[in-house]
């Protein structure tokens, strides 16, 4: 039972750091496709921004400025978005596919022309990253049964950027449920037709939205490249993008139910480690790549729309155009 327990806590301890880039780019991505922006680029931006903090952390010896080069990168990457479908009036689809494929090969090339290491960025250690955070009272109760190892392994040693993470949800929900600025938001989703004529400018808003998005993202990245890993790799965001979009649209673009799907999907990829080289009775060997594909494979489910019914803003993907 003891090691039942040990292996239990152990893979969601694992569930924690692994679902939380998958949070902050579904929060983010809430944040854009709320006010009518189809964000596919949100693997992109995690990309983008996990390059940015690795390069700037390498650069300083800092993992703060690598966090802001990270959100500035980010946003920047947003804002492009933003140029071409706020105020271009373009394919919000193919824009996003754009800021992927940009960062996909700009983070490559970068790499290769600063660092000279195939694309990667040094090896980061000390300050160049994000350390783990001991939480208050943790050593005092690390012998209580259970709840001493609950606290101490489960909740405690995380680094900064997890908490952050795990507290974007509830302030992602607070702001669109109980501000003014998020009541706008969801309105502009919904119909921008009766915002704008309410006198509320449509373009400031989803700008300001994909901003949030933005930041959020840069975020994601930073975790990536300064606290989860100690270096940036090449695409090393892995489709993690895609999957915060699936998580994202699994909660019905609400921010507990999207946090709910992320850990789905922290959890299997926790589990595929776990099971690597384990012999189940009766089974056998379970191959590794079936269970490190799990994720990848739901993802395709959810976004297929065989798992209940999402509806999405009914202004999404279409750019608005002011009436005259």
């Not at 649209?249 to 709910?260: A, N, S």
Request: include cysteine.
């Amino acid at each position: 039972m003891d090691d039942f327990f040990l292996l239990s806590l152990s893979t969601l301890d694992s569930t924690l750091r692994l679902s939380t880039p998958l949070i902050l780019c579904a929060m983010a991505g809430i944040f854009s496709e709320r006010s009518g922006i189809i964000d596919i680029g949100l693997e992109g931006k995690l990309l983008a921004g996990a390059f940015a903090a690795a390069a700037a952390a390498a650069y300083s010896g800092s993992a703060m400025l690598g966090l802001t080069a990270a959100i500035f990168t980010s946003i920047a990457m947003a804002l492009l978005h933003g140029f071409a479908c706020i105020t271009h009036k373009g394919n919000q689809v193919v824009s996003g596919l754009a800021i992927n494929i940009l960062a996909s090969g700009l983070t490559v090339t970068f790499g290769i022309a600063w660092f000279h290491q195939g694309g990667q960025t040094p090896n980061l250690s000390g300050d160049a990253r994000f350390s783990p955070v001991t939480l208050p009272g943790a050593e005092i109760i690390r012998e209580v049964p259970f709840l001493g190892p609950i606290y101490t392994e489960l909740l405690s040693g995380h680094n900064l950027l997890v908490y952050v993470a795990f507290l974007a949800v509830p302030l992602t929900w607070w702001i669109l449920y109980k501000t003014r600025f998020g009541l706008r938001l969801r309105a502009v989703g919904e119909n921008p037709q009766a915002v704008d004529t309410a006198g509320i400018s449509v373009t400031f808003l989803r700008y300001r939205a994909v901003i949030c998005a933005g930041i959020l993202c840069g975020i994601a990245g930073a975790y990536l490249s300064t606290a989860h890993n100690a270096a940036f790799g090449r695409e090393m965001s892995a489709g993690q993008g895609y999957i915060a979009l699936a998580a994202m649209i699994f909660g019905k673009w609400r921010p507990v139910p999207g946090l709910l799907a992320c850990l789905l999907f922290g959890f299997l990829n926790a589990l595929a480690f776990r099971l690597e080289g384990v012999s189940v009775p009766g089974i056998g060997q379970i191959p590794v790549q079936l269970m490190q594909s799990l994720p990848y494979v739901l993802t395709v489910i959810l976004l297929a729309g065989f798992i209940g019914k999402a509806i999405a803003p009914k202004a999404i993907g279409r750019p608005y155009v002011k009436e005259r």
